[in-house]
């Protein structure tokens, strides 16, 4: 295994909406309070069906209408707001973003956009990481994340993989079944 991993990362709209999928979804699971809201709004909306007193339909009408279209916006402001992120930062056909190095003392990044300092994290520094497909996940923090995208490395897709798992123990997570 070598002993550095250099990984020049060209970031594609695809991958960037993949991630904000998972890390939205799967490891924040923000799904769970619209869903919820919506089976409670639904529930009631059933109970002032079954109780046939006067104006129940419309009762019901006016839950069923909010019980769904406050999720169907949560969801549909969500998916807006990664399609313009992914515009505005020109993703289309892919864009160099960064420069990510891995070595046995840690993670360093270079911003290839903008000059400014290397972001460096010692490997017990790193949250943690998760293979996806076509993709590693690589949390610095709760809200920062540095993907690498596979085919982009100077080593193959499954040794890049490793080197991470070896470094990070439990903390470093296949999602591919």
């Not at 006016?62 to 515009?87: D, I, R």
């Not at 709760?142 to 470094?167: M, N, R």
């Amino acid at each position: 295994m070598k002993g550095t991993i250099t990984v020049p990362v060209k970031l594609d709209e695809k991958t960037f909406k993949r991630f904000s999928r998972f890390d939205m979804f799967r490891l924040r699971k923000r799904w769970r309070r619209p869903v919820g809201f919506a089976l409670i709004l639904i529930a009631f909306a059933v109970v002032a069906l079954v109780s046939g007193k006067a104006q129940a339909a419309m009762l019901a009408s006016v839950l069923l209408v909010v019980g769904l279209g406050l999720p169907l916006v949560y969801f549909g402001t969500f998916f807006s707001q990664v399609n313009m992120q992914a515009a505005q930062r020109q993703l289309e056909k892919g864009r160099r973003v960064y420069t990510v190095k891995l070595d046995f003392d840690g993670v360093t990044v270079t911003n290839d956009q903008k000059e400014e300092p290397p972001v460096v994290l010692k490997w017990s520094e790193v949250q943690a990481a998760f293979q996806n497909k076509g993709c590693v996940y690589l949390y610095a923090n709760a809200v920062k994340a540095f993907l690498l995208p596979d085919g982009q490395a100077d080593a193959p897709d499954g040794e890049v993989w490793a080197y991470i798992a070896e470094h990070m123990g439990d903390r470093a997570k296949s999602l591919i079944q």
